[in-house]
């Protein structure tokens, strides 16, 4: 598989220094370390870091900006960091409210920034954390105990990051992003693998005419492998198994989030939310707010996932927030 890189092993430390040489305005790396920072924080407020393996651009430094994240940890490609690496982050963005981390449910990550939690902890910084677990597909899979956490994670970020530019304690941050936690839900659909750089092979096997229902953003395996259907089929399968999660009443508002793995078109993400948006109104759900595009990706993966985040009055007024950063701006409404 032919990939636009220069030496495997340097494809991580080579993607910070680009990010931040594109865009010195917004980020600095901190040296000798894969963490990527606000250029310029914001003083007393909680400082929201999240991160994980690489390969899943933009998230998570895509996601550093004002209301969003402070800071983002990289390991290497579909590699928990290291929790030398999350210390960093905590220390570098700890203005003395406090730091929320936020954490997909992965083992290995889960396990390195509660590490990173504990020692920071021990060091006089109070740190508090969220465990986001969005996919309906699968318990107990290759990488997790439990359910999975994938393309949710971005609304668990623009929740915490308005809340803690609202100037809340650490303890409400914390609720903020629970309270996303408990109302999110995801599915994805994979066509084709990712190949990991250097490593010769694809993510997994999947046959010409098939395509898995349920796939992990690391490429892990999903609920079933089935033929190619059409979008709208698709879309059918990933509503059927993520609106039940959700318990929807007639007239619950929801955010909803069609993503790309990779090297989906944004033709094929727009005709997969057309028929996504006529089944969800049909179950009486009012759509509030719809985002397509790449928002956590594994690497050049082809397929999709869709997100549905039901709302509360809460949700409702910490998405609204203005954020700005690279892969997600808000602007504030005017009065």
């Given amino acids: 598989m032919k990939k636009i890189i220069n030496e495997p092993n340097d494809v991580v430390t080579q993607m910070l220094d680009g990010m931040v040489k594109a865009h010195p305005e917004r980020l600095k790396r ?3 370390t894969t963490v990527l920072v606000k250029k310029e924080l914001t003083p007393d407020k909680v400082g929201v870091v999240s991160g994980g393996g690489s390969g899943h651009e933009p998230a998570h430094a895509g996601y550093i900006g004002d209301g969003m994240l402070d800071a983002a940890v990289s390991g290497e490609v579909f590699t928990s ?24 449910n ?6 390195n920034f509660e590490m990173a939690a504990e020692i920071a902890e021990d060091e006089g910084i109070e740190v508090a954390q969220v465990v986001v677990n969005d996919d309906v597909a699968v318990e107990d899979s290759t990488h997790t105990t439990g359910r999975r956490g994938v393309a949710g994670t971005l609304f668990v970020h623009k929740a915490a990051g308005a809340a803690a530019a609202q100037g809340s304690s650490l303890n409400e ?4 992003a629970e309270s996303v936690i408990q109302n999110i ?12 750089p250097g490593s010769g092979n694809p993510g997994f096997e999947i046959g010409e005419n098939e395509m898995e229902l349920g796939i ?24 059927d198994q993520v609106l039940p999660e959700l318990n929807l009443k007639n007239g619950d508002e929801v955010t909803v989030m069609v993503n790309g793995l990779g090297a989906t078109p944004l033709m094929e993400l727009y005709i997969l939310s057309n028929h996504i948006h006529d089944l969800i109104r049909e179950k009486g ?5 719809t985002h397509v595009g790449n928002f956590m ?4 993966m082809t397929g999709a996932s869709l997100t549905v985040l039901k709302h509360n009055e809460e949700i409702k007024s910490l998405l609204k927030q203005p954020c700005n950063t690279l892969a997600l701006n808000i602007q504030k409404e005017e009065a």
Avoid: C, F, W
Wanted: charged share 20%.
């Fill in 285 to 289: 759900a009012v759509i509030s707010d």
């Fill in 297 to 300: 990706t594994a690497l050049e």
């Fill in 185 to 196: 839900k995801s599915i994805g659909i994979a066509l084709y693998p990712a190949e990991v």
């Fill in 173 to 176: 941050v914390k609720n903020a």
């Fill in 81 to 104: 960091p290291t929790p030398d690496q999350v210390l960093a982050a905590i220390k570098a963005v700890d203005q003395g409210k406090g730091v929320l981390l936020v954490i997909k």
């Fill in 106 to 111: 992965y083992t290995g990550d889960v396990m």
């Fill in 216 to 239: 992990g953003i690391h490429g892990e395996p999903g609920m079933e492998t089935t033929e190619v259907s059409s979008a709208n089929d698709i879309a059918e399968r990933l509503v």
């Fill in 30 to 32: 901190l040296e000798n």
